[in-house]
């Protein structure tokens, strides 16, 4: 079984790296960094309501 916190860590890290790619599609795709960041929020969402779970 995994560990809370790290099931968190995890989400965040997941959120953060989609985030970059948000960042760095921008210029060129902006429909794909548009996906990007509703995925990068399902990410942030997910670790948050998983924090808050008891």
Known sequence: MLSKDLVVIGLIALAGILIGGVYTTWK???????LLAVFAAMAG???LAWYLSS
């Open 28 to 34: 060129t795709a902006k429909g794909m960094a548009i």
């Open 45 to 47: 969402g997910g670790a």
